[in-house]
């Protein structure tokens, strides 16, 4: 077992990133994600395949342009290239309440478990956490915080609503 | 003031005990600086060039006298016996050390303070008019407005690693003491004219490098709309403010390589979606917030008061005082008091922790309990009955506290410089005491009248040296510190950004160069009433460049 977290537990990750160099027709069997671009060209190819799908967005990619999309698509893959750049932070809020999204989204690149709090909340359920960070620490930052203020994907209203 | 929840003390436990983990953890070595660097500054404390600092947050600047106490108490046990106030209405400590840190932040949870968001990029602590509440100009107070703005900001999950630090500040009188044109959004309250109140929205203020006034991108926003309106902002900012240059990266480029037009259309477009949410804000929301604002028990008074007028013609120490000190309260028989920080004895913002102490008396005697922190950096007493002026001013002498200059020249904003700050290029305390020194004259400073004067140590700008009626910039250049003089900025209601005048002057050179430049005003203003500003105004660079360089 080793980076990944999912719904709060250590799993296995089924799924495989495609890399950008295999050939469309010729993808590794199992779930696979491919960047949003791929998944444009090659979506009639794709569709074909007997197993589950997901996408990689980048963070300038319109999440907006996925909708018609999301009952094939099992995963959201979104990125922050810094632990600093919170860009995936609003994509993965929009997904969830904006556009209504239940697959998973998971949080990969700089991924430290100072920002899985946050990350929860904006509806990212999984997490490929950076290789150096240790998983216990990781797991304990889900409840790092018992109180909210704002809503978010996992709350409905504002703190002086409820 | 606001009374803290459960929920509220809460969290600033939980936030205490995990940051005494991590303390520990660093201080034992299984956290590398590093790791610990993104976790301290989180918690308000920054690595400076001899010490930590930690940066305390004075939500919309308000302080009881218990919190005041609790200020003082840090400062005499765990610092060396002063705090600092900043021009965002913080208080900064300059010497804590690492260990005492997790004791420090408990004895200030204890008083509903804290250090959350003082630092980082996010939204930091929202700013106010030191006046709501009470000016005479008040036109709605924009305190239930800040602390819904604290509550919405408060570890908001999407906005907690923007491109860069954001700051808020709301105004809620005709003139604005908040300076909302230079913050990355200003609100100010304001009537229509079917009497009914809405906010000017300013976006894309600030100073640093690249100074910028707010540009007003909606002129009456309903108070409902307040924070769906803040989060379509932020969320525009957050998707496309840009992250490849940190001198780029705060929400005044992006408006300006937008364009304000088309700026406005991404944010009311992004609007459209979330207005409705439920961020808007209901009649009964208001109110409940509004609620922990109500005036105190004001006594009913005249507005005269034969006492207070004998002692101004008796003594004209104090009637000098009150003249620039005081100044009008929407109640009668009431005045607001600013206490000044500006002394030739303490550098600029500087409070002793004794001094914490007897403030906090005097806010409990004179003034109802309260202190509020002014973005010059002063002080204020809130509440303060005529017939107790004279008393009060007798007790804030004794403490070095009752300096006659409010918005006089040497009420002087400045930065710590390099006497504290890692960034620094040049020294901005040692300018402002010499600057203090010499215009110190009782007589000078009354023909003067209102003026501004303000000092940065660097570039970035802390000392909002742009928007100074004259402005101190230290830079350093071939190893030798030289200081830039502005001219013609403000940060009211008549914002602007003052302009270079010339080539930059030396440390023993800049007093002279300050001196010849009032010298210019003094002869030229076509009568005491014209202000130093709306005579630069007039009269352009032109005979101050003469003086200076001619
Ligand atoms: S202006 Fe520069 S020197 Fe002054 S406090 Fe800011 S960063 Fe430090």
Redesign the pocket.
């Given at each position: 077992m080793g980076n990944f977290i999912k719904d709060r537990k250590p799993q296995e990750d089924s799924w495989t990133p495609y890399t950008g160099l295999e050939d469309m027709d010729n993808l590794p069997s199992g779930d696979v994600y491919v960047p949003f671009d791929e998944w444009k060209s090659s979506r009639d190819a794709l569709l074909k395949r007997n197993s589950r799908l997901g996408v990689i967005l980048e963070n300038t990619d319109n999440v907006a342009e996925l909708v018609e999309d999301f009952d094939r698509l099992d995963l959201v893959v979104l990125q922050f290239p810094k632990m600093a750049d919170g860009r995936a932070f609003t994509q993965a809020r929009l997904l969830r309440e904006r556009f209504g999204y239940k697959g998973e989204i998971r949080a990969v690149g700089d991924v430290l478990h100072d920002q899985i709090f946050y990350m929860q909340r904006c509806g990212f359920n999984s997490f490929e956490m950076r290789p150096d960070q240790d998983i216990p620490t990781a797991l304990g930052a889900f409840d790092e915080m018992t109180v909210t203020y704002q809503p978010a994907a996992d709350e409905e209203l504002p703190i002086w609503r409820r | 003031m606001y009374q803290y929840s459960q929920e509220d003390h809460q969290l600033l436990q939980e936030r205490v005990s995990q940051f005494r983990d991590q303390v520990a953890r660093r201080l034992k070595g299984d956290l590398s600086e590093d790791e610990f660097k993104q976790q301290r500054l989180r918690n308000g404390l920054y690595l400076q060039l001899h010490a930590y600092m930690l940066r305390v947050a004075v939500p919309y600047g308000l302080l009881s006298s218990e919190q005041m106490r609790t200020l003082a108490h840090i400062a005499r046990t765990y610092d060396r016996g002063y705090g600092h106030f900043s021009t965002r209405q913080n208080i900064q400590y300059n010497w804590p050390k690492l260990e005492d840190v997790p004791k420090i932040l408990d004895d200030l949870a204890a008083v509903e303070m804290h250090a959350i968001q003082t630092s980082g990029n996010c939204i930091r602590n929202t700013t106010s008019d030191p006046l709501a509440g009470v000016a005479r100009d008040e036109i709605a107070d924009p305190r239930p407005y800040c602390e819904l703005i604290r509550q919405w900001s408060t570890f908001h999950p999407e906005f907690n690693f923007l491109p860069r630090k954001f700051k808020i500040a709301v105004s809620g009188a005709t003139h604005d003491r908040a300076a909302v044109a230079v913050h990355d959004i200003g609100l100010r309250l304001v009537k229509n004219d079917a009497d009914e109140l809405g906010m000017e929205v300013y976006v894309g203020g600030g100073l640093g490098r690249t100074p910028m006034i707010g540009k007003l991108i909606r002129e009456f926003l309903p108070p409902h709309d307040m924070l769906t309106y803040l989060e379509a902002i932020l969320r525009v900012y957050n998707k496309l403010g840009r992250r490849d240059n940190l001198y780029k990266a705060r929400i005044k480029i992006l408006v300006h390589e937008t364009g304000e037009e088309k700026f406005r259309e991404l944010v009311e477009e992004e609007w459209q979606q979330v207005k409705t949410s439920s961020l808007r804000l209901r009649d009964e929301d208001i109110k409940n917030i509004e609620a922990h604002f109500k005036d105190p028990e004001y006594e009913k008074l005249s507005d005269f008061d034969v006492d207070y007028d004998k002692e101004l013609i008796s003594d004209p120490m104090f009637a000098n005082w009150a003249d620039k000190n005081i100044e009008l309260h929407k109640k009668d028989g009431y005045r607001v008091v600013y206490l000044s920080l500006k002394s030739r004895n303490q550098p600029t913002g500087d409070v002793t922790a004794d001094q914490m102490d007897a403030i906090a008396d005097l806010a409990d005697k004179y003034s109802l309990g309260a202190i509020r922190s002014t973005h010059r950096q002063n002080l204020v007493l809130s509440d303060v009955k005529l017939s107790d002026l004279h008393s009060l001013w007798q007790e804030l002498t004794a403490l070095d506290l009752a300096t006659p200059n409010y918005n006089h020249l040497t009420d002087i904003i400045s930065?710590?410089?390099?006497d504290y700050?890692?960034?620094?290029?040049?020294r901005?305390i040692p300018i402002a005491q010499a600057l203090t020194e010499r215009f110190d004259a009782y007589d000078f400073i009354n023909d003067l009248g209102d003026i501004s004067l303000n000092i940065?140590?660097?570039?970035?700008?802390?000392?909002h040296h742009h928007v100074a009626n004259i402005g101190i910039l230290?830079v350093n250049k071939k190893g030798v510190e030289v200081y830039q003089l502005t001219l013609g900025g403000s940060a009211r209601e008549d914002a602007s950004i003052g302009k270079i005048i010339g080539p930059a002057f030396t440390a023993d050179e800049i007093v002279d160069a300050v001196s010849d430049v009032l010298d210019v005003y003094l002869t030229n203003r076509e009568d005491p009433e014209e202000t130093f500003l709306t005579a630069y105004r007039r009269l352009g660079q032109g005979p101050f460049k003469e003086k200076l360089y001619g």
């Open positions: - | 930065c710590p410089g390099m700050c890692a960034l620094a290029t040049a901005s940065s140590g660097c570039i970035n700008a802390c000392g230290g």
